[in-house]
């Protein structure tokens, strides 16, 4: 039933508008949260196992069963699976940039901040190896179902490491020989490739060692 037509079925049943009116607008101030909680889980859920099976191998009853919601919930908040797997895949990239923009401080050493957004990065992977592996998996297949979506969400992440280099740029003399694009490229490429190397192959690699790979271009683009 539409919230009009609940709005209508309140004024009918007790003749008041105003608590019709009032109830509609505390149940649209409490929608958000339970959508943005049941994303998550759903998100969980999914990354889960598609990184078992890949996104083909997995049905929506799979999804729903582990995130511990009704089939129709899923088709309720998503429509179908490849628009499920597609919010989920901006729901992850949503995650990510909200960890590489925490990293702002303009009184910092830009190599700094650099160092430190790079390691939210690889927290990301450590907290959400699957996302990582749908991200490796299908962002490279061409044609892939998700394409436009890859793109748009590719186009942002870049964008904010690029933001960074710039600010590298502003304080440090550096290498005009190398591109700006490829090097934010190769950046954002090292943090998915290395943080999900990490994660399945390397274990016993820290943290650090990780960084320190990734910043390794970064720090060859400051002329000495």
Excluded at 65 to 77: D, E, L, P, W
Excluded at 113 to 131: L, V
Aim: charged content about 20%.
């Amino acid at each position: 039933m539409s919230s009009s037509s609940l709005d209508r079925s309140s004024e009918s049943s007790d003749g008041t508008a105003a608590a019709g009116a009032t109830a509609g607008a505390t149940a649209k101030k409490l929608r958000p949260a339970r959508t943005n909680a049941t994303r998550q889980k759903l998100f969980e859920a999914s990354m889960e196992l598609i990184g078992e099976r890949g996104a083909a191998g997995v049905t929506v009853d799979e999804i729903a069963a582990a995130a511990g919601v009704s089939k129709g919930t899923v088709y309720y908040n998503f429509g179908s699976k490849s628009d499920l797997i597609a919010q989920l895949l901006r729901h992850g990239v949503d995650i990510l940039l909200a960890r590489l923009l925490s990293v702002k401080d303009s009184s910092a050493d830009p190599l700094t901040a650099m160092d430190e957004m790079i390691g939210q990065a690889m927290d990301f992977m450590a907290d959400y190896p699957s996302f990582a592996r749908l991200w490796v998996s299908e962002n490279w297949r061409t044609p892939s179902e998700w394409q436009d979506t890859f793109a748009e969400l590719r186009g942002r992440l870049l964008a904010v490491i690029g933001a960074a280099i710039d600010g590298v740029a502003a304080v440090y003399p550096v290498d005009p020989g190398v591109s700006r694009g490829s090097l934010e490229t190769a950046i954002f490429g090292a943090c998915f490739v290395v943080g999900l190397d990490r994660q399945t192959y390397n274990p016993e690699r820290t943290r650090e060692q990780s960084i320190a790979a990734i910043m390794a271009s970064m720090r060859g683009y400051v002329v000495k």
